[in-house]
């Protein structure tokens, strides 16, 4: 099966920018995670779906921070304006619903964003 | 608020070595842990799944066990190779629908 597709891959902007993230999940994972790695440090998570529903958004700094998840498919996050300390990898990670939470977490490669 | 602790932060052994990454947990009431392996520039794979009820798991020459009562997790990794070098990382989960809450992971380099 196709693995969680991220991109871009790489992104440098300038502090106040704006920048977006685009992920698809594997096909017909419920569950969609965005997580924040900085360097260094083990990844947070941002904001959770379960289809089109937000699940968990509890550390997602919604000030700048925004995401989306249109038919429950595709997802994308957003950063407006960005702060240097928002340089990270962004990971998404999917789950298929069957099997609650003992399904295992898939994830993407990442995209690494760096803000000068 | 749980906070996941790993220790060694880096570890560098010559192959053939079996090895122990350790993994510790601040609030005991959790789900389930995972164990997951990170390569430069990827996404997380995961290894190892253990529920709160179980002691231990084991795929190939992993293993990892679970005390859940001192807050304690460790991932056994038997005749290490070179391509086991890798940041490995564990996280652990309070409840259904609850987020994993990761460690910073420990960086292992296996020498040939």
New interface residues.
Partial sequence: EAGVAQSPRYKIIEKRQSVAFWCNPISGHATLYWYQQILGQGPKLLIQFQNNGVVDDSQLPKDRFSAERLKGVDSTLKIQPAKLEDSAVYLCASSSMVAGNNSPLHFGNGTRLTVT | KQE?TQIPAALSVPEGENLVLNCSFTDSAI??L?WFRQDP??????LL?I?SSQREQTSGRLNASLDKSSGRSTLYIAASQPGDSATY?C?V?RG?????V????TILRVKS
């Fill in positions: 996941v789900y389930n995972q520039g990827k996404g997380l794979t995961s799944l529920q990382l996280a989960r259904y629908g609850n987020k994993l990761f460690g910073a992971g």
